[in-house]
Nanobody, 120 residues
C-alpha cells in the first residue's frame, strides 16, 4: 500500500520556525519528485516547493523563497520542509505529494496533511 504521512505541524508565532516531515512507503521513493502543497480555508491548493527525485533541483513559490527549504533523504524515504520566518499568511494545511511521469501513465500520491497555524 502506498502511504505518505506528514508530521511536524503545529502552532507557532510569527517569525518562528517549523520543520515538516513526510515519510513515504509502498513505492520506489527515489524515482519520484516530491512536493509540498498547502491549502488555506476557502482558498485553492497551491504548490509551495518541489524537489526532483535525486534532490538535484528545487523550485519554490515566490511567497516562500528565502524562507522555506525543501530537502529529501532517499535512504529514509522522507522529504522535509524547513519553514523559517513564518508569517500569518503561511497558515494552512500542508500536504505531501509524490509524482512520477511514465510513458503512458502518471503516478501521483498524496498524504493526509498536517496543520500549520501561525498566530500571535
Amino acid at each position: 500500500q502506498v502511504q505518505l504521512g506528514e508530521s511536524g505541524g503545529g502552532l507557532v508565532q510569527p517569525g518562528g520556525s517549523l520543520r515538516l516531515s513526510c515519510a513515504a512507503s509502498g513505492f520506489t521513493f527515489s524515482n519520484y519528485a516530491m512536493s509540498w502543497y498547502r491549502q488555506a480555508p476557502g482558498k485553492e491548493r497551491e504548490l509551495v516547493a518541489r524537489i526532483t527525485s535525486t534532490g538535484g533541483s528545487t523550485n519554490y513559490a515566490d511567497s516562500v523563497k528565502g524562507r522555506f527549504t525543501i530537502s529529501r533523504d532517499n535512504s529514509k524515504n522522507t522529504v522535509y520542509l524547513q519553514m523559517n520566518s513564518l508569517k500569518v499568511e503561511d497558515t494552512a494545511v500542508y500536504y505531501c505529494n509524490g509524482r512520477r511521469l511514465e510513458f503512458l501513465r502518471t503516478y501521483d500520491y498524496w498524504g493526509q496533511g498536517t496543520q500549520v497555524t501561525v498566530s500571535s
